[in-house]
Protein backbone atom coordinates (compact mmCIF):
# COMPACT_ATOMS: atom_id res chain seq x y z
CA UNK A 1 0.00 0.00 0.00
CA UNK A 2 1.05 3.40 -0.74
CA UNK A 3 1.02 6.04 2.01
CA UNK A 4 0.74 9.83 1.06
CA UNK A 5 -0.14 13.46 2.20
CA UNK A 6 0.23 15.14 -1.36
CA UNK A 7 -2.08 15.92 -3.51
CA UNK A 8 0.54 16.14 -6.58
CA UNK A 9 1.94 12.43 -5.74
CA UNK A 10 -1.62 11.09 -5.32
CA UNK A 11 -2.19 12.79 -8.72
CA UNK A 12 0.32 11.15 -10.57
CA UNK A 13 -0.41 7.54 -8.73
CA UNK A 14 -4.28 7.89 -10.19
CA UNK A 15 -3.31 9.43 -13.54
CA UNK A 16 -1.18 6.46 -14.26
CA UNK A 17 -3.41 3.79 -12.82
CA UNK A 18 -6.28 5.47 -15.01
CA UNK A 19 -3.76 5.46 -17.93
CA UNK A 20 -3.91 1.83 -17.60
CA UNK A 21 -7.29 1.66 -17.59
CA UNK A 22 -7.99 0.67 -14.00
CA UNK A 23 -10.96 2.42 -12.46
CA UNK A 24 -10.82 4.26 -9.42
CA UNK A 25 -13.02 3.85 -6.14
CA UNK A 26 -13.45 6.40 -3.03
CA UNK A 27 -13.68 5.79 0.44
CA UNK A 28 -13.61 9.08 1.80
CA UNK A 29 -13.10 8.99 5.64
CA UNK A 30 -12.46 11.23 8.81
CA UNK A 31 -10.03 8.54 10.22
CA UNK A 32 -10.30 6.28 13.52
CA UNK A 33 -11.54 3.46 11.86
CA UNK A 34 -14.16 0.94 12.98
CA UNK A 35 -15.70 -2.14 10.89
CA UNK A 36 -17.90 0.51 8.99
CA UNK A 37 -15.64 1.97 7.69
CA UNK A 38 -14.01 -1.71 6.51
CA UNK A 39 -17.39 -2.84 5.19
CA UNK A 40 -16.77 0.80 2.92
CA UNK A 41 -13.28 -0.89 1.93
CA UNK A 42 -14.72 -4.19 1.48
CA UNK A 43 -17.09 -2.92 -1.28
CA UNK A 44 -14.88 -0.62 -3.03
CA UNK A 45 -12.07 -3.58 -3.16
CA UNK A 46 -15.21 -6.01 -4.43
CA UNK A 47 -15.55 -3.34 -7.63
CA UNK A 48 -12.12 -4.83 -8.60
CA UNK A 49 -11.13 -0.83 -8.71
CA UNK A 50 -7.81 0.84 -7.42
CA UNK A 51 -8.99 1.63 -4.01
CA UNK A 52 -8.30 5.00 -2.57
CA UNK A 53 -9.28 5.80 1.44
CA UNK A 54 -8.92 9.35 2.22
CA UNK A 55 -8.36 10.20 6.14
CA UNK A 56 -9.43 13.66 6.50
CA UNK A 57 -10.84 15.36 9.74
CA UNK A 58 -12.27 18.52 7.91
CA UNK A 59 -12.52 21.56 10.05
CA UNK A 60 -15.06 23.15 7.59
CA UNK A 61 -17.86 20.94 8.55
CA UNK A 62 -17.60 21.50 12.02
CA UNK A 63 -19.40 24.20 14.22
CA UNK A 64 -17.75 26.08 16.46
CA UNK A 65 -19.09 24.65 19.27
CA UNK A 66 -18.16 21.42 17.57
CA UNK A 67 -15.74 18.40 18.49
CA UNK A 68 -13.23 19.31 15.89
CA UNK A 69 -10.30 19.63 18.55
CA UNK A 70 -11.26 16.14 20.04
CA UNK A 71 -12.38 14.18 17.23
CA UNK A 72 -10.76 10.93 17.70
CA UNK A 73 -6.74 10.27 15.40
CA UNK A 74 -5.09 7.58 15.39
CA UNK A 75 -3.23 7.35 11.90
CA UNK A 76 -0.94 5.02 12.53
CA UNK A 77 -3.59 2.35 13.78
CA UNK A 78 -5.68 3.36 10.67
CA UNK A 79 -2.71 2.89 8.36
CA UNK A 80 -2.53 -0.50 9.59
CA UNK A 81 -6.21 -1.40 9.45
CA UNK A 82 -6.44 -0.15 5.78
CA UNK A 83 -2.98 -1.74 4.56
CA UNK A 84 -4.35 -5.79 5.76
CA UNK A 85 -7.44 -4.35 3.93
CA UNK A 86 -6.08 -4.68 0.73
CA UNK A 87 -6.36 -0.74 0.43
CA UNK A 88 -4.26 0.56 -2.89
CA UNK A 89 -3.44 4.23 -1.40
CA UNK A 90 -3.92 6.03 1.98
CA UNK A 91 -4.71 9.74 1.17
CA UNK A 92 -3.72 11.92 4.86
CA UNK A 93 -3.67 14.96 3.71
CA UNK A 94 -2.88 17.90 6.18
CA UNK A 95 -5.31 20.49 7.01
CA UNK A 96 -2.73 22.57 5.10
CA UNK A 97 -2.57 20.70 2.18
CA UNK A 98 -6.14 20.39 1.51
CA UNK A 99 -6.96 24.60 2.64
CA UNK A 100 -3.93 26.29 1.58
CA UNK A 101 -5.49 29.74 1.50
CA UNK A 102 -8.99 31.12 2.92
CA UNK A 103 -11.39 29.52 1.09
CA UNK A 104 -13.89 31.15 -1.15
CA UNK A 105 -15.64 28.84 -3.23
CA UNK A 106 -18.01 26.53 -1.68
CA UNK A 107 -20.28 24.25 -2.91
CA UNK A 108 -23.79 23.89 -1.17
CA UNK A 109 -26.85 21.62 -1.95
CA UNK A 110 -30.07 23.46 -0.73
CA UNK A 111 -33.03 22.60 0.68
CA UNK A 112 -31.90 18.65 1.72
CA UNK A 113 -29.09 20.69 3.65
CA UNK A 114 -31.31 22.32 6.04
CA UNK A 115 -33.66 19.62 7.73
CA UNK A 116 -32.21 16.86 10.23
CA UNK A 117 -28.75 17.16 11.27
CA UNK A 118 -28.63 20.44 8.87
CA UNK A 119 -30.82 21.90 11.07
CA UNK A 120 -28.90 21.38 14.15
CA UNK A 121 -25.80 21.81 12.94
CA UNK A 122 -25.74 24.85 10.69
CA UNK A 123 -23.17 24.52 8.08
CA UNK A 124 -22.02 21.40 8.40
CA UNK A 125 -23.40 19.77 5.29
CA UNK A 126 -21.96 22.99 3.20
CA UNK A 127 -18.77 21.79 4.69
CA UNK A 128 -18.92 18.13 3.80
CA UNK A 129 -20.14 18.88 0.15
CA UNK A 130 -17.42 21.38 -0.58
CA UNK A 131 -14.71 19.17 1.21
CA UNK A 132 -15.78 16.08 -0.82
CA UNK A 133 -16.30 18.20 -3.87
CA UNK A 134 -12.16 18.77 -3.53
CA UNK A 135 -11.72 15.12 -2.82
CA UNK A 136 -13.63 14.14 -6.42
CA UNK A 137 -11.63 16.65 -8.12
CA UNK A 138 -8.00 15.19 -6.17
CA UNK A 139 -8.93 11.75 -7.01
CA UNK A 140 -11.36 11.53 -9.87
CA UNK A 141 -12.92 8.57 -8.89
CA UNK A 142 -15.22 6.15 -11.00
CA UNK A 143 -17.54 5.24 -7.65
CA UNK A 144 -17.33 6.31 -4.38
CA UNK A 145 -18.51 4.68 -1.26
CA UNK A 146 -20.57 6.28 1.67
CA UNK A 147 -22.23 4.67 4.65
CA UNK A 148 -25.91 4.95 5.31
CA UNK A 149 -25.44 5.82 8.96
CA UNK A 150 -24.91 9.34 7.70
CA UNK A 151 -28.12 8.79 5.06
CA UNK A 152 -28.98 12.64 4.96
CA UNK A 153 -25.03 12.70 4.02
CA UNK A 154 -25.29 10.14 1.31
CA UNK A 155 -28.82 11.32 -0.20
CA UNK A 156 -27.00 15.07 -0.63
CA UNK A 157 -23.56 13.79 -2.13
CA UNK A 158 -26.10 11.89 -4.75
CA UNK A 159 -27.99 14.73 -5.38
CA UNK A 160 -24.52 17.39 -5.68
CA UNK A 161 -23.20 14.68 -8.01
CA UNK A 162 -26.52 14.38 -10.27
CA UNK A 163 -27.48 18.37 -9.93
CA UNK A 164 -23.09 19.24 -10.82
CA UNK A 165 -23.04 16.44 -13.68
CA UNK A 166 -20.26 14.13 -11.71
CA UNK A 167 -19.16 11.24 -13.75
CA UNK A 168 -19.07 8.92 -9.94
CA UNK A 169 -21.28 6.37 -8.86
CA UNK A 170 -22.28 6.99 -5.65
CA UNK A 171 -22.58 3.76 -3.91
CA UNK A 172 -24.52 3.21 -0.43
CA UNK A 173 -23.71 0.63 2.45
CA UNK A 174 -25.37 -0.16 5.01
CA UNK A 175 -25.09 0.65 8.33
CA UNK A 176 -22.88 -1.76 10.36
CA UNK A 177 -23.86 -2.28 14.11
CA UNK A 178 -22.20 -3.80 17.03
CA UNK A 179 -23.76 -7.43 18.31
CA UNK A 180 -26.34 -5.59 20.75
CA UNK A 181 -27.03 -3.24 17.86
CA UNK A 182 -25.39 -0.17 18.47
CA UNK A 183 -24.78 1.94 14.77
CA UNK A 184 -20.62 1.89 14.95
CA UNK A 185 -19.25 5.19 15.09
CA UNK A 186 -15.98 7.40 15.82
CA UNK A 187 -17.75 8.98 18.13
CA UNK A 188 -18.51 5.53 20.58
CA UNK A 189 -15.94 6.42 21.79
CA UNK A 190 -16.76 9.01 24.36
CA UNK A 191 -19.55 6.88 26.04
CA UNK A 192 -19.21 5.69 29.26
CA UNK A 193 -20.35 2.44 30.19
CA UNK A 194 -23.73 3.19 31.57
CA UNK A 195 -24.06 5.96 28.24
CA UNK A 196 -23.07 3.28 26.01
CA UNK A 197 -25.86 1.11 27.47
CA UNK A 198 -28.50 3.51 26.99
CA UNK A 199 -27.32 3.60 23.66
CA UNK A 200 -29.11 1.26 22.62
CA UNK A 201 -32.49 2.63 22.97
CA UNK A 202 -31.35 3.86 19.36
CA UNK A 203 -31.43 0.84 17.28
CA UNK A 204 -34.16 -0.55 19.60
CA UNK A 205 -36.71 2.34 19.29
CA UNK A 206 -35.75 2.15 15.44
CA UNK A 207 -36.52 -1.90 15.60
CA UNK A 208 -40.01 -1.53 16.88
CA UNK A 209 -40.92 1.45 14.83
CA UNK A 210 -39.84 -0.88 12.05
CA UNK A 211 -42.47 -3.64 13.30
CA UNK A 212 -44.93 -1.34 13.69
CA UNK A 213 -44.72 -0.04 10.26
CA UNK A 214 -44.95 -3.73 9.07
CA UNK A 215 -47.93 -4.40 11.38
CA UNK A 216 -50.11 -1.51 9.51
CA UNK A 217 -49.16 1.75 11.52
CA UNK A 218 -49.26 4.05 8.66
CA UNK A 219 -49.27 7.65 10.26
CA UNK A 220 -46.04 9.13 10.51
CA UNK A 221 -46.72 11.34 13.71
CA UNK A 222 -47.73 8.10 15.32
CA UNK A 223 -44.45 6.60 14.60
CA UNK A 224 -42.31 9.83 15.38
CA UNK A 225 -44.12 9.74 18.91
CA UNK A 226 -43.24 5.97 19.66
CA UNK A 227 -39.37 6.94 18.94
CA UNK A 228 -39.59 9.66 20.99
CA UNK A 229 -41.46 8.02 23.85
CA UNK A 230 -39.25 4.78 24.25
CA UNK A 231 -36.05 7.23 24.03
CA UNK A 232 -37.36 8.93 27.06
CA UNK A 233 -38.70 6.29 28.98
CA UNK A 234 -35.44 4.31 28.59
CA UNK A 235 -32.79 6.61 28.49
CA UNK A 236 -31.33 10.04 29.97
CA UNK A 237 -30.76 10.73 25.79
CA UNK A 238 -31.22 14.06 24.85
CA UNK A 239 -33.27 14.18 21.81
CA UNK A 240 -32.05 16.41 19.25
CA UNK A 241 -34.76 14.96 16.32
CA UNK A 242 -36.72 12.33 15.48
CA UNK A 243 -38.68 12.07 12.08
CA UNK A 244 -39.85 10.06 9.58
CA UNK A 245 -39.12 11.62 5.85
CA UNK A 246 -39.66 10.24 2.55
CA UNK A 247 -36.38 8.06 2.07
CA UNK A 248 -35.77 9.12 -1.51
CA UNK A 249 -36.28 13.02 -1.00
CA UNK A 250 -36.29 13.62 2.78
CA UNK A 251 -39.67 15.36 2.33
CA UNK A 252 -42.22 15.31 5.43
CA UNK A 253 -44.71 12.60 5.39
CA UNK A 254 -48.26 12.30 6.75
CA UNK A 255 -49.32 8.86 5.83
CA UNK A 256 -46.60 5.80 5.01
CA UNK A 257 -46.84 4.75 1.86
CA UNK A 258 -43.52 4.73 -0.05
CA UNK A 259 -40.22 3.86 1.54
CA UNK A 260 -39.58 6.28 4.88
CA UNK A 261 -36.42 7.37 6.61
CA UNK A 262 -36.91 6.68 10.39
CA UNK A 263 -34.20 9.10 11.57
CA UNK A 264 -33.15 10.59 15.20
CA UNK A 265 -30.29 12.25 16.69
CA UNK A 266 -30.08 12.29 20.51
CA UNK A 267 -27.49 13.12 23.19
CA UNK A 268 -25.88 11.14 25.49
CA UNK A 269 -24.05 13.18 27.85
CA UNK A 270 -21.99 15.69 25.29
CA UNK A 271 -21.90 12.73 22.98
CA UNK A 272 -24.56 13.22 19.65
CA UNK A 273 -25.09 10.04 18.29
CA UNK A 274 -27.52 9.15 14.99
CA UNK A 275 -29.03 6.21 13.85
CA UNK A 276 -31.38 5.60 11.10
CA UNK A 277 -33.33 2.65 9.18
CA UNK A 278 -35.30 2.78 6.03
CA UNK A 279 -38.02 0.89 6.27
CA UNK A 280 -40.10 -0.36 2.88
CA UNK A 281 -43.83 -0.69 2.94
CA UNK A 282 -45.74 -2.50 0.99
CA UNK A 283 -48.70 -0.98 -1.47
CA UNK A 284 -51.83 -0.93 0.49
CA UNK A 285 -54.23 -1.87 -2.82
CA UNK B 1 -16.72 18.75 -37.13
CA UNK B 2 -19.02 16.91 -34.66
CA UNK B 3 -22.46 18.54 -33.41
CA UNK B 4 -24.14 16.89 -30.32
CA UNK B 5 -26.91 18.56 -27.87
CA UNK B 6 -26.71 15.30 -25.67
CA UNK B 7 -24.19 14.94 -22.83
CA UNK B 8 -24.33 11.20 -23.11
CA UNK B 9 -22.70 11.29 -26.45
CA UNK B 10 -20.82 14.03 -25.58
CA UNK B 11 -19.15 12.38 -22.95
CA UNK B 12 -18.52 8.99 -25.18
CA UNK B 13 -16.78 11.34 -27.39
CA UNK B 14 -14.31 12.71 -24.79
CA UNK B 15 -13.75 9.35 -23.30
CA UNK B 16 -12.71 8.14 -26.44
CA UNK B 17 -10.40 11.07 -26.89
CA UNK B 18 -9.23 10.95 -23.58
CA UNK B 19 -7.99 7.05 -24.17
CA UNK B 20 -6.04 8.10 -27.05
CA UNK B 21 -3.88 10.45 -24.70
CA UNK B 22 -5.55 13.54 -26.69
CA UNK B 23 -5.89 16.71 -24.40
CA UNK B 24 -9.52 18.19 -24.31
CA UNK B 25 -9.73 22.16 -24.34
CA UNK B 26 -12.95 23.76 -23.60
CA UNK B 27 -14.25 27.23 -24.83
CA UNK B 28 -17.56 27.96 -23.04
CA UNK B 29 -19.43 30.32 -24.72
CA UNK B 30 -23.52 31.83 -24.34
CA UNK B 31 -23.40 31.48 -28.82
CA UNK B 32 -23.74 34.55 -30.66
CA UNK B 33 -20.12 34.20 -31.82
CA UNK B 34 -18.17 36.80 -32.41
CA UNK B 35 -14.30 37.51 -32.89
CA UNK B 36 -14.01 37.63 -29.77
CA UNK B 37 -14.92 34.24 -29.29
CA UNK B 38 -13.12 32.95 -32.16
CA UNK B 39 -10.07 34.40 -30.71
CA UNK B 40 -10.76 32.04 -27.79
CA UNK B 41 -10.93 29.00 -29.95
CA UNK B 42 -7.91 30.47 -32.12
CA UNK B 43 -5.71 30.14 -28.40
CA UNK B 44 -7.28 26.83 -27.75
CA UNK B 45 -6.46 25.40 -31.00
CA UNK B 46 -3.22 26.14 -30.25
CA UNK B 47 -2.26 23.74 -27.70
CA UNK B 48 -3.26 20.86 -29.95
CA UNK B 49 -5.76 19.84 -27.93
CA UNK B 50 -8.89 18.56 -28.95
CA UNK B 51 -11.34 21.68 -28.79
CA UNK B 52 -14.41 21.35 -27.82
CA UNK B 53 -16.43 24.62 -28.16
CA UNK B 54 -20.07 24.80 -25.87
CA UNK B 55 -22.92 26.86 -26.35
CA UNK B 56 -25.88 27.31 -23.85
CA UNK B 57 -27.58 30.54 -22.70
CA UNK B 58 -27.79 29.42 -19.14
CA UNK B 59 -30.87 30.76 -17.08
CA UNK B 60 -29.06 30.39 -14.09
CA UNK B 61 -26.77 33.64 -14.73
CA UNK B 62 -29.73 35.66 -15.68
CA UNK B 63 -31.64 38.08 -13.09
CA UNK B 64 -35.35 38.11 -13.15
CA UNK B 65 -35.55 41.07 -14.99
CA UNK B 66 -32.56 40.92 -17.46
CA UNK B 67 -32.19 39.87 -20.97
CA UNK B 68 -32.53 36.17 -20.88
CA UNK B 69 -35.52 36.16 -23.16
CA UNK B 70 -34.24 38.64 -25.53
CA UNK B 71 -30.49 37.73 -25.72
CA UNK B 72 -29.75 36.74 -29.70
CA UNK B 73 -29.56 33.18 -30.70
CA UNK B 74 -28.61 31.39 -34.15
CA UNK B 75 -27.06 28.12 -33.15
CA UNK B 76 -26.50 28.05 -37.46
CA UNK B 77 -24.87 30.47 -38.03
CA UNK B 78 -22.67 29.67 -35.07
CA UNK B 79 -22.31 25.79 -36.15
CA UNK B 80 -20.90 27.29 -39.34
CA UNK B 81 -18.36 29.87 -37.88
CA UNK B 82 -17.00 27.04 -35.24
CA UNK B 83 -16.82 24.37 -37.93
CA UNK B 84 -14.57 27.12 -39.90
CA UNK B 85 -12.77 27.80 -37.22
CA UNK B 86 -11.73 24.10 -37.11
CA UNK B 87 -13.10 23.05 -33.78
CA UNK B 88 -13.47 19.37 -33.06
CA UNK B 89 -17.01 19.34 -31.50
CA UNK B 90 -19.75 21.84 -30.89
CA UNK B 91 -21.94 20.94 -27.66
CA UNK B 92 -25.23 22.34 -27.60
CA UNK B 93 -27.31 21.52 -25.29
CA UNK B 94 -30.49 22.68 -24.38
CA UNK B 95 -31.86 23.71 -20.97
CA UNK B 96 -33.88 20.54 -20.27
CA UNK B 97 -30.76 18.59 -20.87
CA UNK B 98 -28.65 20.80 -18.42
CA UNK B 99 -31.24 21.36 -15.88
CA UNK B 100 -33.49 18.22 -16.31
CA UNK B 101 -34.78 18.45 -12.56
CA UNK B 102 -35.16 21.98 -10.12
CA UNK B 103 -31.43 22.22 -9.27
CA UNK B 104 -30.85 22.32 -5.29
CA UNK B 105 -26.70 22.24 -5.94
CA UNK B 106 -24.71 25.91 -6.34
CA UNK B 107 -20.89 26.69 -6.25
CA UNK B 108 -20.47 29.95 -5.19
CA UNK B 109 -17.57 32.02 -5.17
CA UNK B 110 -17.77 34.20 -1.74
CA UNK B 111 -15.98 37.60 -1.42
CA UNK B 112 -15.42 38.16 -5.56
CA UNK B 113 -18.93 37.60 -6.27
CA UNK B 114 -20.53 40.25 -4.39
CA UNK B 115 -18.57 43.67 -5.86
CA UNK B 116 -18.69 45.11 -9.55
CA UNK B 117 -21.05 42.93 -11.56
CA UNK B 118 -21.63 41.31 -8.75
CA UNK B 119 -23.19 43.65 -6.98
CA UNK B 120 -25.55 45.15 -9.63
CA UNK B 121 -26.12 41.76 -11.00
CA UNK B 122 -26.93 39.45 -7.66
CA UNK B 123 -26.98 35.75 -8.17
CA UNK B 124 -25.20 36.31 -11.62
CA UNK B 125 -21.86 34.87 -10.64
CA UNK B 126 -23.55 31.66 -8.70
CA UNK B 127 -25.31 30.71 -12.03
CA UNK B 128 -21.73 31.31 -13.81
CA UNK B 129 -19.80 29.03 -11.17
CA UNK B 130 -22.49 26.61 -10.99
CA UNK B 131 -22.93 25.93 -14.95
CA UNK B 132 -18.93 26.05 -15.50
CA UNK B 133 -18.53 23.57 -12.58
CA UNK B 134 -21.52 21.56 -14.68
CA UNK B 135 -19.52 22.16 -18.22
CA UNK B 136 -16.19 21.32 -16.65
CA UNK B 137 -17.62 18.02 -14.93
CA UNK B 138 -19.08 16.75 -18.68
CA UNK B 139 -16.37 17.80 -20.26
CA UNK B 140 -13.09 17.22 -18.31
CA UNK B 141 -10.97 19.87 -19.99
CA UNK B 142 -7.36 19.83 -19.42
CA UNK B 143 -7.42 23.72 -20.44
CA UNK B 144 -10.56 25.97 -20.77
CA UNK B 145 -10.65 29.32 -21.91
CA UNK B 146 -11.93 32.68 -20.73
CA UNK B 147 -11.95 35.95 -22.40
CA UNK B 148 -10.77 38.89 -20.82
CA UNK B 149 -13.89 41.15 -21.48
CA UNK B 150 -15.08 39.19 -18.10
CA UNK B 151 -12.39 39.54 -16.68
CA UNK B 152 -14.22 39.28 -12.51
CA UNK B 153 -15.46 36.31 -14.19
CA UNK B 154 -12.55 34.91 -15.28
CA UNK B 155 -11.15 35.57 -11.79
CA UNK B 156 -13.40 33.51 -10.35
CA UNK B 157 -13.37 31.23 -12.37
CA UNK B 158 -9.85 30.68 -11.58
CA UNK B 159 -10.16 30.99 -7.65
CA UNK B 160 -13.00 28.35 -8.04
CA UNK B 161 -10.54 26.22 -9.44
CA UNK B 162 -8.17 26.35 -7.59
CA UNK B 163 -10.33 26.37 -3.91
CA UNK B 164 -11.75 22.65 -5.66
CA UNK B 165 -8.90 21.26 -6.73
CA UNK B 166 -10.31 20.91 -10.31
CA UNK B 167 -7.10 19.86 -12.22
CA UNK B 168 -7.71 22.70 -15.37
CA UNK B 169 -5.80 24.87 -16.66
CA UNK B 170 -7.85 28.48 -16.74
CA UNK B 171 -6.59 30.44 -19.95
CA UNK B 172 -7.65 33.97 -20.88
CA UNK B 173 -7.52 35.51 -23.77
CA UNK B 174 -7.01 39.35 -24.29
CA UNK B 175 -10.08 41.59 -24.83
CA UNK B 176 -10.83 41.96 -29.13
CA UNK B 177 -12.03 45.28 -30.32
CA UNK B 178 -13.41 46.91 -33.11
CA UNK B 179 -11.03 49.04 -34.67
CA UNK B 180 -12.88 51.91 -33.33
CA UNK B 181 -12.01 50.31 -29.68
CA UNK B 182 -15.57 49.11 -29.02
CA UNK B 183 -15.28 45.71 -26.57
CA UNK B 184 -16.94 42.90 -29.13
CA UNK B 185 -19.82 41.57 -27.45
CA UNK B 186 -22.94 39.76 -28.32
CA UNK B 187 -25.10 42.50 -26.79
CA UNK B 188 -23.78 45.43 -28.95
CA UNK B 189 -25.68 44.55 -31.62
CA UNK B 190 -28.77 46.05 -29.24
CA UNK B 191 -27.38 49.44 -29.73
CA UNK B 192 -28.54 52.05 -32.57
CA UNK B 193 -26.27 53.84 -34.47
CA UNK B 194 -25.81 57.04 -31.81
CA UNK B 195 -25.70 54.67 -29.14
CA UNK B 196 -23.02 52.89 -30.92
CA UNK B 197 -20.90 55.79 -31.60
CA UNK B 198 -21.41 56.72 -27.69
CA UNK B 199 -19.92 53.46 -26.58
CA UNK B 200 -16.85 54.33 -28.01
CA UNK B 201 -16.30 56.79 -24.90
CA UNK B 202 -15.51 53.28 -22.69
CA UNK B 203 -12.44 52.44 -24.73
CA UNK B 204 -11.45 55.88 -24.77
CA UNK B 205 -11.44 56.72 -21.53
CA UNK B 206 -9.60 53.88 -20.27
CA UNK B 207 -7.22 54.50 -22.93
CA UNK B 208 -6.82 57.88 -20.96
CA UNK B 209 -6.92 56.66 -17.98
CA UNK B 210 -3.85 54.30 -18.68
CA UNK B 211 -2.38 57.33 -20.22
CA UNK B 212 -2.59 59.29 -16.74
CA UNK B 213 -1.09 56.35 -14.26
CA UNK B 214 1.65 55.76 -17.11
CA UNK B 215 2.11 59.73 -16.80
CA UNK B 216 2.61 59.17 -12.75
CA UNK B 217 -1.17 59.24 -11.53
CA UNK B 218 -1.14 57.11 -9.27
CA UNK B 219 -4.58 58.27 -7.05
CA UNK B 220 -7.17 55.69 -7.52
CA UNK B 221 -9.60 57.88 -6.58
CA UNK B 222 -8.41 60.51 -9.31
CA UNK B 223 -8.38 58.18 -11.83
CA UNK B 224 -11.79 56.78 -11.37
CA UNK B 225 -12.99 60.43 -11.32
CA UNK B 226 -11.36 61.13 -14.77
CA UNK B 227 -13.44 58.11 -15.60
CA UNK B 228 -16.49 58.92 -14.28
CA UNK B 229 -16.04 62.50 -15.55
CA UNK B 230 -14.93 61.66 -19.23
CA UNK B 231 -18.10 59.37 -19.66
CA UNK B 232 -20.60 61.55 -18.39
CA UNK B 233 -19.67 64.84 -20.17
CA UNK B 234 -19.03 62.72 -23.95
CA UNK B 235 -22.30 59.91 -23.57
CA UNK B 236 -25.46 59.79 -22.27
CA UNK B 237 -24.57 56.54 -20.78
CA UNK B 238 -25.53 56.06 -17.02
CA UNK B 239 -22.82 54.74 -15.60
CA UNK B 240 -23.24 51.25 -13.31
CA UNK B 241 -20.03 51.08 -11.82
CA UNK B 242 -16.25 52.83 -12.70
CA UNK B 243 -13.66 51.19 -10.38
CA UNK B 244 -10.02 50.54 -10.08
CA UNK B 245 -9.25 47.15 -8.25
CA UNK B 246 -6.25 45.03 -7.50
CA UNK B 247 -5.71 42.83 -11.03
CA UNK B 248 -5.53 39.66 -8.56
CA UNK B 249 -7.75 39.88 -6.23
CA UNK B 250 -10.26 42.63 -7.23
CA UNK B 251 -9.51 44.21 -3.58
CA UNK B 252 -10.00 47.91 -3.17
CA UNK B 253 -6.79 50.28 -4.31
CA UNK B 254 -6.30 53.46 -2.93
CA UNK B 255 -2.55 54.42 -4.15
CA UNK B 256 -1.90 52.70 -7.92
CA UNK B 257 1.24 50.18 -6.85
CA UNK B 258 0.77 47.04 -8.90
CA UNK B 259 -1.50 46.12 -11.63
CA UNK B 260 -4.62 47.32 -11.58
CA UNK B 261 -8.23 46.70 -13.17
CA UNK B 262 -9.63 49.68 -14.30
CA UNK B 263 -13.85 48.27 -14.79
CA UNK B 264 -16.61 49.87 -15.83
CA UNK B 265 -19.85 48.85 -16.49
CA UNK B 266 -22.27 51.62 -18.18
CA UNK B 267 -25.97 51.25 -19.47
CA UNK B 268 -27.07 52.89 -23.31
CA UNK B 269 -30.43 53.09 -23.81
CA UNK B 270 -31.35 49.24 -22.26
CA UNK B 271 -28.38 48.14 -22.87
CA UNK B 272 -25.53 47.61 -20.45
CA UNK B 273 -21.95 47.21 -21.50
CA UNK B 274 -18.76 46.43 -19.49
CA UNK B 275 -15.51 47.32 -20.50
CA UNK B 276 -12.21 47.01 -18.87
CA UNK B 277 -7.69 46.93 -18.58
CA UNK B 278 -5.54 46.28 -16.88
CA UNK B 279 -3.07 48.94 -16.65
CA UNK B 280 0.86 47.84 -15.21
CA UNK B 281 2.82 49.76 -13.13
CA UNK B 282 6.48 50.63 -12.86
CA UNK B 283 7.43 50.60 -8.99
CA UNK B 284 8.40 53.85 -7.48
CA UNK B 285 12.29 53.05 -6.04
Chains 1, 2 share one sequence.
Do not use: W
Not at 113 to 135: A, I, N, Q
Amino acid sequence: MRRTSHIAELSEIIISQKKQGRKIALVPTMGFLHRGHLALIEQAKQTDAFVVVSIFVNPLQFGPNEDLSRYPRDLERDAHLVEEAGVDVLFHPTVEEMYPRPMLTFVEVGELDKMLCGSSRPGHFRGVTTVVSKLFHIVQPDLAFFGQKDYQQYLIIKRMVTDLNLPIEICPVPIVREEDGLALSSRNIFLNSEQRQEALVLSKSLNEAETSIHGGQRSAEKIERQLREKITLESQGVIDYVEVRDADDLSKVTDIKRPVLLALAVKFGTTRLIDNKVVEVEHDV
